[in-house]
């Protein structure tokens, strides 16, 4: 969906995942809403599933160009890197769990670039986010409908589930998404990359 000048979207800056991680996720996925059909999850589908790493949220496409600069320009300091997927995790926790996630472990090169895309957006007027970045996958989200009782079972539900190592990404951009919340669902589209460049300047991982 192409932007007006004036127009005010929802947007963030996300890593995407390979398509190998996907497919194994999008067969977690498959299985584990086999087994919670009872409860009112709302499902992440595969091929949204990012590792986010801003959420923007409200932002004037004027400042597009802008915030396309900065991602050029932070992203070429940093070296390609992987990061591996596992384990299932839940927030607030596990046992209040309201958004079922999938673990993220990467080097510490993927922190700093995280904590400098804060820090330049933040620049611009979009506040940081108030908890520290927990890296993850979002699989599923329990519907504002749910009631305590379905907290319960999901967090009964995620104490049997034993999830292991899943898959690893390489990353060797970074992106720019608009989101439109539709009532089937949110549609994300790619408005910018910016490429990872390994260079002398590049940071140690």
Do not use: C
């Not at 977690?28 to 086999?34: D, V």
């Not at 979002?138 to 319960?152: C, H, K, S, V």
């Amino acid at each position: 969906m192409a932007a007006r000048s004036d127009e005010i979207i929802r947007a963030f800056i996300a890593i995407d995942l390979s398509p190998e991680l996907q497919q194994v996720l999008a067969r977690l996925s498959r299985e584990l809403q086999a087994r919670l059909s009872h409860l009112p999850l709302r499902w992440v589908p595969p091929e949204n599933i990012h590792l986010t790493l801003k959420f923007l949220g409200d932002i004037s496409t004027r400042n597009l160009r802008l915030i396309q600069e900065l991602m050029a320009r932070e992203a070429a300091l940093y070296p390609p890197f992987e990061f591996s997927a596992g384990t299932l995790g839940a927030f607030p926790s596990m046992r209040h769990p309201r958004v079922l996630w999938v673990g993220v472990e990467g080097p510490k090169v993927l922190f700093q670039l995280q904590e400098s895309l804060e820090k330049l957006m933040a620049r611009l007027g979009y506040p940081p986010d108030s908890k520290p970045f927990a890296p993850h996958l979002t699989l599923a989200r329990m519907a504002r409908t749910a009631r305590g009782e379905d907290i319960r079972a999901l967090a009964h539900a995620l104490r049997q589930e034993k999830v292991g190592y899943l898959g690893s990404t390489r990353v060797e951009a970074i992106h720019l998404y608009r989101s439109d919340l539709r009532p089937s669902g949110a549609v994300y589209t790619r408005l910018f990359t910016a490429p990872l460049q390994p260079s002398e300047s590049a940071l140690v991982v």
